[in-house]
Each structure stands twice: as structure tokens, then as C-alpha cells.
């Protein structure tokens, strides 16, 4: 029944030319989501919806992201809740230009985020269950389509070697386990389609460093956006 109210969504969208094409950037921790981000907001014809990470440290003076690290068992609804409810925001924005990209979506903080909380026994099933019924009927009910996702899959050990790299402080304790799961919970979604089809997916090997990533926007370009 989720899935039923995202494909009429998205068919809906496809008999209407006049709305905007909206791309949602997916990859794990680390894959180079906001590289790609500000590769294409140099395009006046796109809109760019990008630091959400920002939200999420300063939530009217709380890091909601550090308090998940430090305890997601205690913090990890709150912090999920809070996520949704940024992710429907960007979901919801209306844009005067033809293409919006977004990092991340409402799908894979499910998909993703959440189920991997509740099977690493992270999240008791409560908040599990209060999640999941918030997150149906927002799919179901709200007026929004995503058109294309663009998974940037790359090896779990790069993206642990990124996040090494760039030090977000946060995230300094995050372990290869820890994205091996988020890993194989994308695998499911946007691979093997555990959790159905939503729209269609576009999948660029994100092992390459970032100048050979930046050619690979240029010449997928078309592609990405559904030209
Ligand atoms: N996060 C989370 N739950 C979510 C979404 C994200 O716990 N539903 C966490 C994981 C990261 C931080 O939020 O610690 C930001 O993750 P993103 O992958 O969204 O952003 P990055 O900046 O890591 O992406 P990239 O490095 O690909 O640009």
C-alpha cells in the first residue's frame, strides 16, 4: 500500500510535462553526494537542495546528529523524526526551475537509516513502529514525486576512508561495520528492489576519485537529468 501511493505519485508525474523533474542523490556516508550536488549547481536551470547536514547539527541549538552518535538507542527516533519531517520540507518545495536536485529523500532515511536502527536491535520497535506509520502515511498522502535516483555506490571501505578524510567530528567514531550495513540496506532498496520500485535508478560507480567523478557528471549528464 506504501509503495502504491509513491508509483501513482510518480506516474502521475509522468503524464504531466509541465512540473519539475526531481532527482534525489543517494549513496552512503561518504560517497561524494555533495560533490555531485555543487558539480550541477553551477546550472542556472537546476535547484539545488543540499545542506540538510546543517539542520541536523543545529536544531534550534541542538545537535541532533551528535546526539545520535552518542546514543542512538536513546536519540535515534528523535533524531530520525527530525530527518523525515527536513526531508518532506525538501520533498514539498516548489521550484520555478525545470530540474531540482536533492541530497538524500524520505526513502532512504527509511530504507536505509531507519530499518538498519531497528535490525542492528538500535531502536526499540516502538519508535520503530511510530516511524514507519509517520513515514506511510506521509508517502501516501502528500503531494510530491521523485522522478530519479542517482545511487553513487561505492565500497564501504572508501567511504570510511572519505569520512576519515574530510573529519566531520560527529562522525568520528563511525565504524566499517557501521557502513557495511547502511551499505547492503541500499543494495536491497535500490539493487534488488526489496522495498519496490520507486523511480527509476540510475547507478554511477562512485569508487573514482573526484576528478574522474566530475567527468563522470559531464558526461552523463543527460542521463542524470532525464534529457
Ligand atoms: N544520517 C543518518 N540518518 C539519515 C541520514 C543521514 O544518521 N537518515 C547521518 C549519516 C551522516 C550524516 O547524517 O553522519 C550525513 O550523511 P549524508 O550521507 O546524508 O551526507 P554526507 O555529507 O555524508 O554525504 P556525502 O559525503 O556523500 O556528500
Known amino acids: 500500500i506504501l509503495r502504491s501511493g509513491y508509483i501513482r505519485n510518480f506516474q502521475s508525474h509522468q503524464h504531466s510535462s509541465m512540473e ?52 542512538p538507542y ?34 532512504s532515511a527509511k530504507y536505509v537509516f531507519v530499518e538498519n536502527l531497528y535490525k542492528s536491535g538500535l531502536m526499540p520497535s516502538v519508535d520503530y513502529e511510530v516511524l514507519t506509520e509517520w513515514f506511510n502515511w506521509a508517502t501516501n498522502h502528500l503531494d510530491f514525486h521523485v522522478d530519479r535516483i542517482i545511487y553513487l555506490r561505492c565500497h564501504p571501505e572508501t567511504a570510511l576512508e572519505r569520512i576519515k578524510k574530510r573529519n566531520r567530528k560527529e562522525e568520528l567514531n563511525i565504524t566499517l561495520e557501521y557502513l557495511q550495513s547502511l551499505h547492503e540496506q541500499q543494495e536491497e532498496w535500490l539493487i534488488r528492489g526489496c522495498y519496490g520500485k520507486h523511480a527509476e535508478v540510475l547507478v554511477l560507480d562512485a569508487e573514482q576519485d573526484l ?17
Open 20 to 71: 519539475t523533474i526531481s532527482i534525489c542523490v543517494e549513496g552512503n556516508i561518504g560517497a561524494g553526494k555533495s560533490e555531485m550536488l555543487n558539480f550541477f549547481a553551477k546550472d542556472p536551470t537546476i535547484e539545488i537542495i543540499s545542506e540538510h547536514v546543517k539542520k541536523w547539527q543545529n536544531v534550534n541549538g541542538h545537535n541532533m546528529l551528535d546526539l545520535m552518535y552518542k546514543d
Open 74 to 107: 536513546r536519540w535515534g527516533f528523535t533524531f530520525q523524526s527530525y530527518v523525515q519531517l527536513t526531508m518532506l520540507q525538501n520533498h514539498m518545495s516548489k521550484s520555478a526551475k525545470p530540474v531540482q536536485m536533492m541530497e538524500r529523500s524520505i526513502y
Open 211 to 227: 576528478e574522474s567523478m566530475l567527468e563522470v557528471f559531464e558526461n552523463s549528464r543527460n542521463k542524470i537529468l532525464c534529457l
